[in-house]
Nanobody, 125 residues
Framework: QVQLVESGGGEVQAGGSLRLSCAAS???????MAWFRQALGMEREFVAA????????YYANSVKGRFTISRDNAKNTVYLQMNNLKPEDTAVYYC???????????????????WGKGTLVTVSS
């Protein structure tokens, strides 16, 4: 079973940037990778995803144009570059994988196979 460890969270002022990393314990070549977030008192929501081969990326409308997801299969790591952060981006960010060489655009939280424990991002105004 693959284990995922997120890092890179922290506190930043509005308009600032952070880069999150998600390191996997094993090879991720067959996994689609995704980031989700959960704000206090809210449901977990999809943020971004990248297909198993990196050919396709998907974003929530709320982050499109500000966040960029990428992957480095040689390092078994996926990244989320977050620019122009807003206070409403404050949340715990989770990395998740979906096995089976998935390239589609549908990433319900219940459809993911493994999860990390999350990293907190706080954006102050």
């Amino acid at each position: 079973q693959v284990q995922l460890v997120e890092s890179g969270g922290g506190e930043v002022q509005a308009g600032g940037s952070l880069r999150l990393s998600c390191a996997a314990s094993g090879r991720i070549t067959s996994y689609a990778m995704a980031w989700f977030r959960q704000a206090l008192g809210m449901e977990r929501e999809f943020v971004a995803a990248i297909s198993w081969n990196g050919a396709a990326t998907y974003y929530a409308n709320s982050v499109k144009g500000r966040f960029t997801i990428s992957r480095d299969n040689a390092k078994n790591t996926v990244y989320l570059q977050m620019n122009n952060l807003k206070p409403e981006d404050t949340a715990v960010y989770y990395c998740a994988v979906r096995d089976g060489y998935y390239s589609g655009s549908f990433y319900p939280p219940g459809g993911m196979d493994h999860w990390g424990k999350g990293t907190l991002v706080t954006v102050s105004s």
